[in-house]
């Protein structure tokens, strides 16, 4: 690709933290998503529904999509999405906390579209 080509692409990162106050109530919503996916194969499915009810982590991974964010941007067409959940132990007050600091940690289960 040329550099005219590829200058259309931009990398939009986002980090969220979220607190979770009713896991059974993301689960379930988890649970209904894979349901409802008429296109998952039942040996995925199985796979998913474990996924999602051993770790809520997993059932944010399953109800968060990156196209939500930007399907209704004007002009621009999501190319490909990558995105991670894990749990954390999370210090709003800590210095490791510093959203400006990108730790490049790629150890993460990565969920991709695209």
Known sequence: MSAEETSRFVRLRVELFLEVDDAGAVTKA?????ADDPGMPAEERAHAEGAVTEDTAEALAYLVDPF???????????????????????????????????????????????
Do not use: F, H, K, M
Request: glycine share 6%; hydrophobic share 30%.
């Open 68 to 114: 939500d964010l930007v399907s209704e941007v004007p002009g621009v067409d999501l190319a490909q999405a990558s995105w991670s959940s894990e749990r954390i132990d999370y210090d709003p007050d800590s210095p490791d906390w510093d959203l400006d600091d990108d730790d490049g940690d790629e150890d993460d289960e990565e969920e991709t579209v695209g």
């Open 30 to 34: 988890a649970l209904e998503r894979i």
